[in-house]
């Protein structure tokens, strides 16, 4: 080749590589909105709303690692599984007193009024209404608290699980076993009692987290 040639291959030579690099202007510039985020995600820096600073993804990264939460504050975290069964045992306990409470009261079971004879009462109906006041209304506050992540909902949870396992005890110690429901709404006292310990552990039990 005669270097008279030489600047008529160069001039073509640059003509088509700024024909190239057109072409590919012209081709990137509707995918660069779409290519950008995924860019993003390699790439170690970018910027980002319309102040144009510069953030790095180093720094984001740190962030997210240092908002995670310590195995400390995991452990002091109710578990969302136990909170549900607790309350869920609650409202059926709230249920069940309910239901006692107004078959006592209409004497729908047919209970003989000499199992009162250790009692102050002469019929089923007190014991009814006692039945209302010392489990239904404490384990129907007790739910509440905790579907509203009261600082109190522990300590009402406790009791009324508590409170509720002692009725059944005096209940057998007074009257005896009479059916089964006895058992059953003991182990639900029980489980309540030991859901709240649970649910609220030692860092919660103060107000709830």
């Not at 057998?172 to 089964?180: A, D, E, K, N, R």
Request: charged letters at 15%; hydrophobic letters at 55%; aromatic letters at 12%.
């Amino acid at each position: 080749m005669s270097m008279a040639h030489a600047p008529c291959w160069g001039g073509r030579y640059v003509r088509v590589h700024e024909r190239w690099t057109a072409g590919a202007l012209v081709i990137a510039a509707p995918l660069w909105p779409i290519v950008t985020p995924t860019l993003r995600g390699f790439w170690p820096w970018h910027t980002t709303g319309t102040q144009g600073a510069m953030r790095t993804e180093v720094g984001l990264m740190a962030t997210k690692v240092s908002s995670r939460p310590t195995r400390a504050e995991e452990s002091t975290r109710p578990s969302v599984g136990s909170r549900r069964a607790l309350i869920g045992l609650e409202i059926f306990a709230v249920l069940g007193a309910v239901y006692g409470a107004y078959e006592l009261y209409v004497d729908a079971w047919g209970l003989s009024a000499d199992l009162l004879k250790h009692t102050p009462f002469d019929t089923w109906r007190w014991p009814g209404v006692m039945l209302l006041v010392v489990v239904a209304v404490p384990m129907l506050v007790a739910a509440a608290l905790e579907l509203a992540r009261s600082s109190w909902a522990f300590i009402t949870s406790l009791l009324a699980g508590l409170a509720l396992a002692g009725w059944i005890v005096v209940q057998l110690l007074v009257i005896g076993y009479q059916m089964t429901l006895q058992p059953i709404m003991l182990a639900t006292g029980l489980a309540v009692a030991w859901l709240a310990w649970v649910v609220h552990p030692a860092g919660s039990r103060d107000f709830y987290r």
